[in-house]
């Protein structure tokens, strides 16, 4: 930006001011000046203007101390943050990648847990057909079994004793000279 001269007139004296800020802005800040000096003069006390003058200085100097002690803290407190979003910002990625797990584990169950109720299904279809065989044998086994003890029962009664029957042109380890025919031993 160019530099420019701007004349302003404080308390009846001139002053020129080199400056690159436009000219409304410069008449501005003496405005300033000369409230904060007519602000000192209405203390009460007899001050000439050098000493308001001296007044507006500190009061403009203090407000500055300030001002840049509040900056200072603002650019604290906004490093802070920034901080604090980069590590809200890391988490947020690690929750992004256990829910991206979580959501791929609840995929594969429910996989599993459909491929399971198929199972199921057949299994309760064999259960079915198995449970309607099983109900028309027992009558059958409980009859071959009820038979079964009838004949050991009518054997013992008769006083049925096995036999063995050998022969003598066969002959085995066991040293009784024949084979066993019944199929017994």
């Keep these: ?27 501005e800040v003496a405005d300033e000046v000369i409230d904060s000096i007519r602000r000192a003069a209405q203390t009460g006390r007899n001050l000439d ?15 500055r101390n300030k001002a840049e002690r509040k900056n200072k803290e603002v650019v604290e407190k906004a490093d802070q943050i920034i901080r604090q979003s980069a590590e809200l910002g890391r988490q947020c990625s690690d929750y992004k990648a256990k829910l991206a797990a979580a959501i791929n584990e609840n995929t594969n169950l429910t996989k599993r847990v459909k491929a399971l109720e198929d199972q199921l299904r057949i299994l309760l279809k064999e259960n079915e057909a198995l449970k309607k065989n099983a109900d028309s044998k027992p009558l059958e ?12 029962k009518t054997e013992k009664m ?11 042109f066969e002959d085995d380890n066991s040293g009784q000279g024949g084979k066993n025919t019944d199929g017994k031993n």
């Design 1 to 27: 930006m160019e530099k420019k001269r701007v004349s302003v007139q404080i308390e009846g004296r001139n002053y020129v001011v080199i400056t690159t800020e436009h000219r409304a802005y410069v008449h």
């Design 49 to 63: 203007t050098r000493d308001c003058a001296v007044l507006a200085a500190l009061d403009f100097c203090d407000d």
């Design 141 to 152: 086994n409980q009859k071959k079994f009820e038979k079964a003890i009838r004949d050991k």
């Design 158 to 168: 008769m006083g049925y004793v096995p036999m063995r029957q050998y022969s003598l």
